[in-house]
T-cell receptor, first 114, second 111 residues
Framework: EAGVTQFPSHSVIEKGQTVTLRCDPISGHDNLYWYRRVMGKEIKFLLHFVKESKQDESGMPNNRFLAERTGGTYSTLKVQPAELEDSGVYFC????????????FGSGTRLTVV | RKEVEQDPGPFNVPEGATVAFNCTYSNSASQSFFWYRQDCRKEPKLLMSVYSSGNEDGRFTAQLNRASQYISLLIRDSKLSDSATYLCVVKGGGSNYKLTFGKGTLLTVNP
C-alpha cells in the first residue's frame, strides 16, 4: 500500500509569506495527525483529525496555523503569515480509526522561514 | 518537567556492543508505549511497542515499569545499521491518540 505522502518536501519562504503544506494519508485511514519538530526540540503534536473533524487541536501554536481536511481525505496545513520560529520539519501521520497497526508517518516537509 | 525524558546521548559504541536506552514519563495515565527509530532527515518509524511484561524482537528488548514510569530499550550485538536516533514515545489512553515524544538519543555504531 502507498504510504503517507507529504508535499512539498522542502519549502523556503520569507517571513510574512504564506505556505500551505499538504498530506495524503494512507487510503482508509480515518485518523490523520500533524506533528512538528523545531530544531533542537522534540517532535510535538499539533492536531488530530478523525475523518474531516478536528478531534484535538490542542497543539496548534497560534491562530496563524490553519489545518483543514475537507472530505476526510487529504489535509492541508497553512501558515499565514509565517514567522521565523515556524521553521522546522512538519510531519503528517495517519492510522486506522481504532489505532490498530499504529501510526505511519510521512517523510515530512522541511520548512525554513528566512 | 518534560513529559518524556530520555538519556541525552549521544552514544558511540563499537559493532557488537550492547547498548541500553532509558526513558521516563510523567503522565501516569499513559497507556501505550513505543520505541521509534529515526534516521537522519527521515520520518520516525516504529521499532517496537513496549508491554508491561517486557518484550523482545530479535536483538531488541524493551521493558516497562509502570510503577516507576520507566521504559528501556536494550540492543544486543549492535550493527552499523542500528545507527539512528531512538525516540521514546508515549500515548494516552482510550480515544486519546496523541503521541508524546522524547527528544531522542542518537546512537552511532562504529566499525
Amino acid at each position: 500500500e502507498a504510504g503517507v505522502t507529504q508535499f512539498p518536501s522542502h519549502s523556503v519562504i520569507e517571513k510574512g509569506q504564506t505556505v500551505t503544506l499538504r498530506c495524503d494519508p494512507i487510503s482508509g485511514h480515518d485518523n490523520l495527525y500533524w506533528y512538528r519538530r523545531v530544531m533542537g526540540k522534540e517532535i510535538k503534536f499539533l492536531l488530530h483529525f478523525v475523518k474531516e473533524s478536528k478531534q484535538d487541536e490542542s497543539g496548534m501554536p497560534n491562530n496563524r496555523f490553519l489545518a483543514e481536511r475537507t472530505g476526510g481525505t487529504y489535509s492541508t496545513l497553512k501558515v499565514q503569515p509565517a514567522e521565523l520560529e515556524d521553521s522546522g520539519v512538519y510531519f503528517c501521520a495517519s492510522s486506522h480509526l481504532t489505532f490498530m497497526g499504529g501510526y505511519t508517518f510521512g517523510s515530512g516537509t522541511r520548512l525554513t522561514v528566512v | 518537567r518534560k513529559e518524556v525524558e530520555q538519556d541525552p546521548g549521544p552514544f558511540n559504541v563499537p559493532e557488537g556492543a550492547t547498548v541500553a536506552f532509558n526513558c521516563t514519563y510523567s503522565n501516569s495515565a499513559s497507556q501505550s508505549f513505543f520505541w521509534y527509530r529515526q534516521d537522519c532527515r527521515k520520518e520516525p518509524k516504529l521499532l517496537m511497542s513496549v508491554y508491561s511484561s517486557g518484550n523482545e524482537d530479535g536483538r531488541f528488548t524493551a521493558q516497562l515499569n509502570r510503577a516507576s514510569q520507566y521504559i528501556s530499550l536494550l540492543i544486543r550485538d549492535s550493527k552499523l545499521s542500528d545507527s539512528a536516533t531512538y525516540l521514546c514515545v508515549v500515548k494516552g489512553g482510550g480515544s486519546n491518540y496523541k503521541l508524546t515524544f522524547g527528544k531522542g538519543t542518537l546512537l552511532t555504531v562504529n566499525p
